[in-house]
């Protein structure tokens, strides 16, 4: 498969999902999150204020928890989804911050507007995009995050050097995805409910640390949060919790 195949594929897929949570499906019922607790780690009372739950979530982890959102700063979700994460940052970069959410699912980004207008936030903007060309400016954000996506894009190594793009000097970089821990049969890659189940795109731990540090990030750590072994594959994946930086000015100019 090419990367326009993987594209459509999962952008077929979360369109679906996007139609399903409109009914009030919960997305736990087919999604990513199948394996992974869907919605672990969202506090209830702070998901209640917005007048949402965690069965929104289509993620493998909560970048909340990794983030350290400060009031004032700029944020992006890749792969924005229902926006759960993207008005939790609101909420917590108020006053004088934003949260954006980039999402190419336009059944999508309609049920994140929903959620958007029963919060009540104004700081959040959500844009049609691919996560691997972001309709923002250079460092325009100082914090990336994403929940369950990088996975899922065919060409992981333009997400990540987009995603360093966009940060400011000193930029966090926190995510929550799926990681191989051994090596998934060919066959497996080649499956199309695996590309979109958040499975046959997983990397190895070496090669998703590698991409960061092509793209240009430093203190990069990978922390695996749980592992997952599914009956039809050969291999073994993980949840994973990703965290790195780009650099300083300074520090670059002394390199």
Known sequence: MNEIEVRELVRAKYAQSALEMAKGASCCDDSCCDANGCGDGYAADELASLGLDAA?????????????????????????????????SARRVAPGGHAYGVDMTDEMLAVARANQAKSGLGNATFLKGAIESVPL???????????????????????????????????????????????????????????AGCVAGTISLDAYTKELQAAGFDAIDIEVTREVRLEDVEGLIASAYIRARRPSRVEIAAK
Do not use: H, Y
Not at 58 to 83: F, T
Not at 172 to 186: K, N, S, W
């Open 56 to 88: 929104v979530s289509l993620g493998c982890g909560n970048p909340m928890l990794l983030a350290d959102l400060r009031p004032g700063e700029v944020v992006l979700d890749l792969g924005s989804g229902a926006g759960l994460d993207v008005l939790l």
């Open 137 to 195: 400016p250079d460092a325009s954000v100082d914090v990336v995050i994403s929940n369950c996506v990088i996975n899922l894009a065919a060409d992981k190594g333009a997400v990540l050097r987009e995603a360093f793009r966009v940060l400011r000097p000193d930029g966090r970089f926190a995510v929550a995805d799926m990681i191989a821990l051994d090596e998934l049969a060919p066959e497996a890659k080649q499956r199309l409910d695996l590309w």
